[in-house]
């Protein structure tokens, strides 16, 4: 069983930046693709981020190219896998519950359905 979870939303103002983390733990969660996603009031879950098992491949949608950046890291001592969610010039769009998400095996997909483990989430809000 993986469990994911999710910390570093909040509220800020147009132009700032966030940085959200995912810590899953246990053997299980080493070596997994890892996703983000958000989904906005009324409106259906979309992707944002994945990064696959080595972290060599990333990929990010099209809303937020150019301005958040996806990275993992790997701590064999306690069984710890961490990724993170750079967002930088936030506005009002990017307003969202942002959910991390773990994959089957290591490689990642754009699609929700791609992913069988989800975190709780995390809100973020950007204020005009």
């Known amino acids: 069983q993986v469990q994911l979870v999710e910390s570093g939303g909040g509220l800020v103002q147009t132009g700032d930046s966030l940085r959200l983390l995912c810590v899953s733990s246990?053997?299980?969660?080493?070596?997994?693709?890892m996703g983000w996603f958000r989904q906005a009031p009324g409106k259906e879950r979309e992707f944002v981020a994945s990064?696959?098992?080595?972290?060599?491949?990333?990929?990010?949608?099209?809303s937020v190219q150019g301005r958040f950046n996806i990275s993992r890291g790997e701590s064999r001592e306690n069984e710890r896998t961490t990724v993170y969610l750079q967002m930088n010039d936030l506005n009002p769009e990017d307003t969202a519950v942002y959910y991390c998400?773990?994959?089957?095996?290591?490689?990642?997909?754009?699609?929700?359905?791609?992913?069988?483990?989800w975190g709780q989430g995390t809100q973020v809000t950007a204020s005009s």
């Open positions: 998400a773990a994959a089957q095996f290591g490689s990642v997909s754009t699609a929700a359905g791609g992913y069988p483990y």
């Open positions: 246990g053997r299980a969660a080493s070596g997994r693709g």
């Open positions: 990064i696959n098992w080595s972290g060599q491949y990333t990929a990010l949608g099209p």
